[in-house]
């Protein structure tokens, strides 16, 4: 069995390379892994994409992200325009990728399983 517990947050992204893709569990920010964000701000990985259910508010652990530059891509179901994100967005410094929730959730789970497409009718 491949023990997959690590000792700090560090290790835990250690591995996160420039360019790679993170996926946010939570809601706005119920339940996002706020630690995790802390410790790809101090890992350092850029160009990053960024998938979460919401582009993030302002103050949040997301938003810290955007206002970095370390974010090149989000993927999410929502961008309030007066975020960070979507004045971001409007000024062309980011790329945005708005997916129904539902479609997100099923585009996330067909990846964990190996499906490489799947049909929906949105």
């Known amino acids: 069995m491949i023990d997959k517990f690590v000792h700090s947050i560090a290790d835990a992204v250690a591995g996160?390379?420039?360019g790679s893709t993170v996926l946010l569990g939570g809601f706005g920010d119920v339940g996002i892994p706020t630690p995790l964000l802390d410790g790809l701000i101090a890992q350092g990985?850029?160009?990053l994409?960024?998938?979460a259910v919401a582009g993030g508010r302002d103050g949040s652990a997301i938003e810290q992200l955007l206002s970095l530059g370390r974010v090149r891509r989000l993927i999410?179901?929502?961008v309030r325009p007066a975020s960070l994100a979507g004045r971001l967005l409007q000024r062309g410094e980011l790329?945005?990728?708005i997916v129904p929730q539902g479609t997100l959730a099923e585009r996330m789970r067909a990846a964990g399983a190996g499906i490489t497409g799947f049909y929906t009718p949105t």
């Open 49 to 51: 994409t960024v998938v």
């Open 95 to 97: 790329e945005v990728e």
């Open 76 to 78: 999410c179901s929502f």
């Open 45 to 47: 990985a850029r160009d």
């Open 16 to 18: 996160v390379a420039d």
